[in-house]
């Protein structure tokens, strides 16, 4: 399978625990981003990635979220302290050096918080 | 900011019947992207359709087109001959261009396809 992939594909966590998230996005794709997708809501940006510069960042991301791509490949997407609110779909995409960038989802990770 | 809003929570169609769900984005760029992009349940996005702001001519992909207004921001996807398997959440989005790469995405359409 060539898509992007995502790890896990489900977490459950107790308020206040720290959870990481990884992400692989298809090769060779050098901008990968991540989005936050609530029960009816569409997805809302959090970060993006220029192969391993972190090039912009939503104001949605607290300082208790933390996302790397070392070495311009995999991605990680850490959440300190969880909190209940932080219960969501995390998603992530990624996409080729093309003018037009279309993105390419990954099926997701879904966090709940207890 | 650029907003996208998609006033039809839900929608239904008739299998072999044509749908067309609406989508308006308010932007003060001239330049940008739009798409559709299709969640079926438990399964990931999977783009539909793009549309460059710069083409007057609307984007067609087999059975999915736009009606692309820009003077009015208005973006509609029209699916014709609607399959059960189209049934799924519909999001349009929105891309500037040039600068940044994040998309701006509605809430969504649910998209039900009765037998």
């Known amino acids: 399978d060539t898509g992007v992939s995502q790890d896990p594909r489900h977490k459950i966590t107790k308020r206040g625990q720290n959870v990481t998230f990884r992400c692989d996005p298809i090769?060779?794709?050098?901008?990968l981003y991540w989005y936050r997708q609530t029960l009816g809501q569409g997805p809302e940006f959090l970060t993006y990635?220029?192969?391993?510069?972190?090039?912009?960042k939503s104001r949605l991301l607290s300082d208790r979220f933390s996302a790397e791509r070392p070495k311009g490949s995999f991605s990680t997407l850490e959440i300190q302290r969880t909190e209940q609110g932080d219960s969501a779909m995390y998603l992530c995409?990624?996409?080729?050096?093309?003018?037009?960038?279309?993105?390419?989802f990954g099926p997701g990770t879904r966090l709940t918080v207890l | 900011a650029q907003t996208v809003t998609q006033s039809q929570p839900e929608m239904s169609v008739q299998e072999a019947e044509t749908v067309t769900l609406s989508c308006t984005y308010d932007t003060s760029e001239s330049d940008y992207y739009l798409f559709w992009y299709k969640q079926p349940p438990s399964r990931q996005m999977i783009l539909v359709i793009r549309?460059?702001?710069?083409?007057?001519q609307n984007a067609t992909e087999n059975r999915f087109s736009v009606n692309f207004q820009k003077a009015a921001k208005s973006f509609s996807l029209k699916i014709s001959d609607s399959q059960l398997g189209d049934a799924a959440m519909y999001f349009c989005?929105?891309?500037?261009?040039?600068?940044?790469?994040?998309?701006?995405f509605g809430t969504g359409t649910r998209l039900k396809v009765l037998a």
């Open positions: 989005a929105y891309r500037s261009l040039p600068g940044t790469y994040k998309y701006i």
């Open positions: 995409a990624s996409s080729p050096k093309r003018v037009y960038n279309e993105q390419f």
């Open positions: 990635f220029q192969n391993e510069a972190q090039l912009e």
């Open positions: 090769s060779e794709h050098n901008r």
């Open positions: 549309q460059e702001a710069y083409k007057q």
